[in-house]
């Protein structure tokens, strides 16, 4: 019995140390802004797990607009949930700092992106949202003058 309990403890503490997501603090929200390719806020529609283990692709309906977006939904991969991954759930709402390439968009747990009910600070900083709503009737007017 003692010999199992010495194999268990040896076992044990042969285990590699899983290493945690260690992030630098966070920018200010205009900051973040600034350095983002997109923010917004958006529900959760869907989830799809990728190729990259524990990554996610998340389709989003998007609500307000900071910057980037001029649709009413957008997709943002996040990898790796279990490291510094962003774990999203689906019906929920959060504001989104992505980055990337438009159409390409990414986000990480280090970003400013949480649900929105925790950023009253950020959503208060960035001020007037411009409304997917306007962006899109702009550019089918837009459209429309210049065909």
Known sequence: MARIALLACALLLSVPEAIACSCMPWPPPLEALDEATAVFTGRIVEAT????????????????????????????????????????EVGKNYLVYAY??????WSHNCSRSREV????????????????ASVVSTLTVLKTRYE
């Open 49 to 88: 797990p990728t190729d990259v283990e524990r990554g996610f692709d998340y389709r989003i309906e998007v609500h307000q607009v900071w910057k980037g977006v001029s649709s009413e939904h957008v997709f943002v991969n996040t990898d790796d949930v279990a490291m510094c991954g962003l774990h999203l």
């Open 100 to 105: 990337g390439e438009p159409g390409d968009l």
């Open 117 to 132: 009910d925790l950023a009253a600070e950020d959503i208060a900083a960035l001020g007037d949202p411009i409304s997917v």
